[in-house]
């Protein structure tokens, strides 16, 4: 066979390979379209808080003064409210004290059922907990719960609706037991009866399907649990366990009583060190908080004295918290100024967060210019709460042949104190001349971007590379192709919804969604495909 100038005569010639640039990109500035409204992310951030159940509509406990009544889609109203700083998550508190000694009945169920719905509709998530006390004590209103067996029968009722709704839950507390649902306080002693607890839990994880995990109030709440359970207490969480279908890996915390005092309003009374490192009930959350959705709410009325703002945010970094409430110690809710209030007007800069280790995207505390600006810490905490994407960087080719391989590689920090916890796909997009999208699916868990490496004392931020080749059909139409990257949910009936996706907290990409608001994609990139 003759070769000619590394050609085959009688072969087609191979197109040549790609010519690559590399390109860096920035963070969002306070000075950007919106960039000082928070960005509206699913499964993470400031979460409202409802109740709904027997003769409740939806209202939280303490109304937004001047928003209204709440009807029975009254809470839409109040998250409403709060849209633009980027609210996704609801508390949601589904009480069923009246039925205690019967089954939930069919309009109660229907009811819950209405409930998730309104979530799906709206582009929401719950943090969703089960209780029968709305109060601590008998005296005070406190009912006395159900017992052992109507409790588990009201789970199993439960359990079908859970599972088919699942796409709407971020995350399931434990609840049932005590007050509230918090495991204290309950007129029946179900919370000092640990086997029960296990068996409770236990059935829990058995009908919540695998990909959610289930929130204890306190950290020895885990052990109780595990230890009641026939493999036993197996041993902090590592990230070789990391979200597997265990109750190790199941298992994280709601701490409804954060910076309260020093004990955190009784999540760590252990003396002498109570809310510190050293405490071994402290040090568990921070040891296995890399690999657990972590949720927490203030007191109300600063019952324990104000909270320090800084010492909140490192705190927020160090458990790695996914959500905070906003319903607690706050004037819109309680009429008067207290812990909110006072982080909405406690000024933060660049030297305070950066003697504090805390991540931040150099653009943060910048305008157009490069002048500073300066920033408030409840802007900064609702910005970093959960994950926040950047991307950094992108090495791709600006012109491809129809049939040819792509090669793409991106560099993503996550400025946020937590990861992704729930299912998510990773997708390098093309659109095309007539917005046509073509989807190239990577095998990349968004889980493993941790912030940083767990257990670094300087919180160093990570970069994270996902590399891929993208084959390109050999019928695709030539013309000009926009290139991004698209993070939708991991559910099969909310991928095709674009207010599920994430957005990256990028300065100098694109949040393009389509006219269905299937896709909800980050471009980054243009190229010429011939």
């Known amino acids: 066979t003759l070769a000619l100038c590394g050609l085959t005569l009688g072969q087609p010639a191979e197109p040549a390979a790609p010519e690559l640039t590399t390109r860096a990109y920035r963070g969002l500035r306070p000075t950007d379209p919106a960039g000082r409204d928070g960005l509206a992310n699913p499964e993470r951030g400031l979460r409202n808080e409802v109740m709904l159940g027997w003769g409740l509509n939806g209202a939280p406990l303490r109304h937004i003064v001047g928003v209204g009544e709440a009807t029975p889609e009254g809470w839409l109203t109040e998250i409403e409210h709060y849209r633009g700083w980027g609210l996704t998550m609801v508390q949601w ?15 109660g169920l229907a009811r ?18 089960f209780a029968y006390q709305k109060h601590m004590t008998v005296a005070d209103g406190a009912v006395i719960e159900a017992n052992e067996e109507w409790l588990m029968h009201h789970v199993d009722q439960l359990a079908p609706l859970l599972a088919a709704n699942v796409d709407v839950i971020g995350v399931l507390q434990a609840g049932f037991v005590g007050a509230w649902g918090e495991w204290h306080s309950s007129p029946n002693g179900h919370h000092t ?25 306190v ?30 890996a199941r298992i994280g915390y709601k701490n409804d009583g954060f910076m309260a005092g020093p004990t955190h309003g009784g999540t760590w009374p252990e003396a002498p060190l109570q809310g510190q490192p050293g405490n071994p009930e402290f040090d568990q959350v921070t040891l296995e908080s890399p690999w657990l959705f972590n949720d927490g709410e203030l007191f109300y009325a600063d019952q324990a004295g104000p909270v320090d703002g800084l010492e909140a945010l490192t705190t927020l970094r160090l458990h790695h918290y996914t959500t905070l409430s906003l319903s ?33 995207s150099p653009e943060y505390f910048r305008d157009i210019f490069g002048a500073p600006v300066e920033r408030t810490v409840f802007e900064y905490l609702r910005d970093h709460l959960g994950y926040r994407l950047e991307l950094t ?42 917005n046509r999208v073509w989807e190239f699916p990577v095998s990349v868990s968004p889980r493993d971007w941790q912030p940083y ?19 390109l059909p050999a019928d695709l139409p030539a013309g000009w192709y926009r290139l991004g990257l698209w993070l939708p949910d991991g559910s099969g009936r909310l991928r095709a919804r674009a207010d599920y996706a994430v957005r990256l907290a990028n300065g100098d990409t694109f949040w393009w969604v389509d006219e269905p608001r299937a896709h909800g994609i980050n471009l980054f990139a243009g190229l010429a495909v011939e």
Request: glycine share 6%.
């Open 219 to 248: 950290p020895k709440y885990k052990r109780w649990v595990m230890e009641n359970q026939p493999a036993g207490w197996t041993g902090l969480l590592t990230a070789a366990g990391a979200y597997q279908n265990t109750a190790s």
């Open 453 to 471: 490496a767990p257990g670094d004392p300087e919180y160093t931020p990570l970069t994270h590379t996902v590399s891929t080749t993208l084959q």
């Open 193 to 217: 009866n640990h086997p029960f607890l296990s068996r409770l839990v236990t059935r829990l994880l058995e009908v919540l399907p695998p990909e959610r995990h289930i929130h204890v109030r």
């Open 93 to 107: 508190y589904y009480y069923l004290d009246q039925w205690i000694d019967q089954p939930i009945s069919a309009e």
């Open 393 to 434: 960087s992108a090495t791709y080719p600006t012109r491809a042949a129809r049939g040819q391989a792509l090669p793409v590689s991106i560099d993503l920090v996550n400025r946020g104190f937590a990861t992704l916890h729930n299912p998510r796909e990773v997708v390098f997009c093309l659109v095309g001349p007539d």
């Open 112 to 129: 819950l059922q209405a409930g998730f719905d309104l979530l799906r509709a709206h582009g929401y998530k719950a943090v969703l907990r």
């Open 328 to 360: 607690h110690s706050y004037s819109e809710r309680e009429g008067a100024p207290y812990t909110v209030d006072r982080w909405l007007s406690e000024p933060l800069d660049p030297e305070r967060v950066t003697a504090a280790k805390l991540p931040h």
